[in-house]
Structures are given as C-alpha cells and as structure tokens.
C-alpha cells in the first residue's frame, strides 16, 4: 500500500457515513452478539440489505463491524448468565461466570472487553500486511489435513473432562454420535432420522447449544428454588473492583492472549474452523501452557482471556482467505462473500490492485472498529453488569423466552425450539451426573469434519491411507502436533514432579 492509496484510504473513511456505519456496526454487534441465539452470521445477513444504499466502502465497514463485535458480545451473556451470546462464547462460559459468582464480573467483562479488542487488532494487522502469503498456506489444505485438524480439535476433551477423563471422553462421544444424524454427503442415505423428516438436515448446532448451556442453567436455578447467596446478595459487594487488569494482571494474561491471537488467526483460515474452534483451541492451550493451569476452569481471568482473543483474532484471519481467494473462512465471511459481490467486488488479485483503494479502507475500517470495539465495551460495562444484578426469578423467564425467540428465529422453524429443549433436558442431566457439556459441542462441531475428511482420505488414497498421510509434508507436522498434545499431559506431569522433587532436595540440603 503506497502513500497515494494510504491518502485515498484516510479521505474514505473519514466520512460522515462511514463513521456512522462503523459506529452502528460496532454497537449493534454487540447487541446481536449479547443475546442468546443471535450470532455473527445472523446480524451480517439480516443488514446486508441495508448496505444496498450505502457505498461499498460504508457498507461493507459497517458488516465486518458487526462480524468483530457480535463476537465480543457473546461474552457479555457468558460471563454474566453463563448463557452464551454465540457459539464461539461457549469456552469463556467456563471461567467467566464463575468470576461473577465469586463477585469479579466487573474483572472478567473487563479482561473480556481488552483480549477481545487485542486479537481482533493483531488479527486485523495479520490482513493488513500478511493476506497473500497466509492465503497460500490454505491452498495446502486437503481432505487429510481436515480430518488430521479435526482430531487435534478432539484432543481438547482431555483438558475440558475435568476430574473424571472417561466422563469427558463419554460426553464427547455423545457429541461424535450427535454429528452423525442427516444424511450422509458421499452416499446421499440418511443416518439415524429414525424416518423423521427434520432430522434428515442433522441437528443446528445453536439450538443445541443454547439448550446445553442456557435451558439447563436455568433448570438448575429452578430446582435449587432461586436461591440467592447470602455472602453475594448485595450487589455493591459483589460488583466491587475495577474494570480494567491490574498491571500485574495484565502482564500475566498477555502471553495467553498474544499466543491465542495467533491460534485464532490460522483457525480463522481454516475454512470451517470459525470462532467456536479457535476459542476451544486458545482455552485448551492455555490450560496447557499456563503458570495457573490448575486454576483455569475454576475462574480464572487466564480462561476468559484466552478464548476471547481467539475468538476475535478468527475474525481477521477468515478474512484473509475471503479478499484473496473468494474462499469463506467461516459461515459469516460466506455472507460477506455475497455482500462484496452485490457491491460488485470480486474476490482475488484485482481486490488488491484494482480496487486497492476500496479493499484497504475496509480492511483499515476493520482495525478501527476494533479499536472502537473495546473503548465501547470499556465504557459501558457497567451497565453491561447491572443486567446481571436482576434476581435469577426476574431473570430465568427473560433467558428462556430469549432461548426460544434464538432458536426460533435461526431458521423460522418451531422443530429448532424444540431441539433446543431437548438438549436442554441432556444438559441437566450431564449437569446433574458430573459430565461437562462442553466435549459435546466439540464433538459436534468436529465430528462432521474429521468423517469427511476420513472418507474422502480413503477414497484419495486407494486403500493406502498410512502411506498416503505420510506422503504429505503439512499432514505429517499434524501428525507431529496430535502426538504432543497426547503426550503433553504426561510431560506436564513428569515435569511437575521432578521440580517437586528437586525443591524437596535442595531444602533437605540448605538444613
């Protein structure tokens, strides 16, 4: 980008219409983004309209506005209702809402509010400077490396089963088996409909979700009577704190967030990886790679900061292959592909150089609205937090009508709702018998991927599938990779006890 085109950019953006497109998209995504069923895609797709009578450049801010910070809203309901705002906030559920119950929401929607803002910047930098030669690395992507990544993604169960491994291992099998329902791509024969039309699409991943995660919080709530505890009943006490890290804090949390913007950004070019995937990843690795590993996933800001700088961080890093190739790295850049062709825009060379000046004001625009993203969400915190003084008994009736407007409203269809309360009903029962929903989504999520990408691997591979994955530089680091994230845990463990053990030495030795 050269002084002539940087000139253009600025005179572009500073725009009465611009700036207000970009200050709509950052609000309104985070609205979208705080309620329960009301993703990403679904803000981008509902708006694309409305940027018919704007210019490309405005229109087209305003949508990745809403892309960045619906992302970041989904914390938001997270943290504060356990009731994830997106698929993508299910991992920051885990730590987030455990702050709040121990009187830090203050803390954790302020974490939140900065590992968003941060990854989605790093992740804007990535496509700012870095689009052509990243683009090329998913080129290197085939059937085998989908299935390889898939199976990577499943090593997270491990870290998410908490005290019992064959109870996260189970959950996760769940999810697997829930994967499979629909038809079957290669041979067109539905699996497991049991002769029900509806299931012949398979199961929506955002009803389930919010049936795991929302209905059977609040069935939870119902059955122990909405009792309040007495040590946290005031609210000036248990929203008390700053906002903002601590120096200390801060300086604890940013290798978490800086090696999770980094996850999220490859994630991101993953064509169907997304923000769910690249949140699951940058929690697990946290857990991996943390001085307060043990910690995390008891409330931790370590557990909000890693997914949600992931998360964001994916919304750059599914742009790149977008601009460069026309290849969507998630189901929401699918529909910016439409919104930059309605505007006549063509993914590929000519984005960079024929429409250079357009292509780098909405990519600049995208680094702003990051940045505005999180002066916002600072800003309005607290009021973000004062929805969640509202007692549980107000409060459940309001998340269960928001779980079947959600879900409803996903497709317009009343069979999404009533998926929705049927995984709510499992996740009360998971809840209740010590399993964790969370390897139940992945499975999900994964199940689909790493069955297509086996089969297609065997079909490609004529019978020699071993040979095949070997014969395949990219595959074989995969490889590498799955076996250390096995064997990780072992290490750890060893690591640990021998520094046990050389602390106990060196003490016996200085008596």
């Known amino acids: 980008m050269n002084i002539e085109i940087l000139t253009e950019v600025i005179s572009i953006l500073f725009t009465l219409e611009v ?12 609205i979208i983004g705080s309620l329960p069923g009301l993703s990403s895609t679904m803000g981008v797709a509902l708006l ?40 993508a906030a299910a991992a920051t559920a885990i730590d987030g809402y455990k702050l709040t119950q121990k009187g830090m929401a203050a803390k954790a929607i302020g974490v939140s509010t900065i590992s968003s803002m941060i990854g989605g910047f790093i992740s804007a930098l990535a496509l700012l400077f870095l689009a052509p030669p990243l683009a090329k690395i998913s080129l290197a992507f085939s059937a085998p490396e989908y299935f390889l990544i898939a199976i990577f993604g ?72 909405f009792k309040i505890d007495k040590k946290n009943s005031k609210s000036e006490d248990k929203f008390k704190g ?45 857990k991996r790679f943390s001085k307060n590993r043990d910690k995390i996933g008891t409330g931790h800001i370590e557990g909000v900061a890693a997914p949600e700088a992931a ?31 309605i505007q006549g825009l063509i993914p590929g060379h000519t984005l960079f150089t024929e429409h250079a000046n357009v292509t780098y004001s909405i990519i600049i625009g995208f680094l702003i609205a990051n940045i505005l993203m999180g002066i916002i969400g600072l800003i309005a ?22 779980c079947i407007v959600g879900s409803y409203a996903i497709n317009n269809n009343i069979i999404d709702v009533w998926i929705m309360i049927a995984f709510g009903l499992i996740g009360y029962f998971f809840r209740k018998t010590g399993f964790h929903p969370a390897p139940v989504i992945i499975g999900m999520i994964l199940g689909p991927i790493a069955e297509s990408g086996l089969r297609q691997s065997l079909l490609l591979s004529k019978g020699n599938i071993i040979i095949y ?43």
């Open 242 to 286: 700053k906002i903002l890290p601590t120096g200390k804090e801060f300086k604890m949390i940013s290798p978490t967030i800086f090696r999770s913007s980094g996850i999220g950004i490859i994630a991101g070019m993953l064509p169907g990886a997304g923000g769910d995937i690249g949140s699951w990843i940058g929690y697990n690795e946290a």
């Open 19 to 30: 700036i207000t497109a970009l200050v709509i998209g950052v609000c309104g995504g985070i």
């Open 381 to 402: 915190a607290r009021y973000f937090i004062k929805a969640s003084q509202t007692p549980m008994v107000l409060l459940s009736p309001i998340i269960i009508i928001l």
């Open 154 to 225: 499943l090593t997270i169960i491990g870290s998410l089963a908490s005290k019992s491994m064959i109870k996260g291992l189970t959950a996760g099998v769940v999810g697997l088996i829930i994967g499979t329902i629909g038809i079957d791509v290669l041979t067109g024969t539905p699996r497991f409909t049991f002769g029900i039309t509806f299931l012949q699409s398979g199961i929506s991943l955002v009803p389930a979700l919010i049936g795991l995660f929302s209905l059977s919080q609040v069935m939870i709530q119902a059955e122990n009577g």
């Open 311 to 341: 998360n964001n961080a994916v919304t750059g890093g599914a742009l790149i292959p977008l601009l460069t190739l026309g290849i969507p790295g998630s189901s929401t850049t699918a529909v910016l592909l439409g919104g930059l062709t």
């Open 469 to 511: 994955f070997l014969s395949r530089p990219v595959s074989i680091i995969l490889i590498i990779l799955i076996i250390l994230a096995l064997l990780s845990p072992l290490f750890i463990k060893l690591f640990t006890k021998n520094k046990e053990t050389n602390i106990l030495e060196k003490s016996e030795t200085e008596e």
């Open 48 to 87: 694309i309209p409305v940027t018919f009578g704007l210019s490309p450049v405005a229109g087209l801010v305003m949508l990745t506005a809403i892309y960045t910070s619906a992302l970041y809203g989904g914390s938001i309901s997270s943290i504060l209702i356990h009731t994830p705002g997106t698929p």
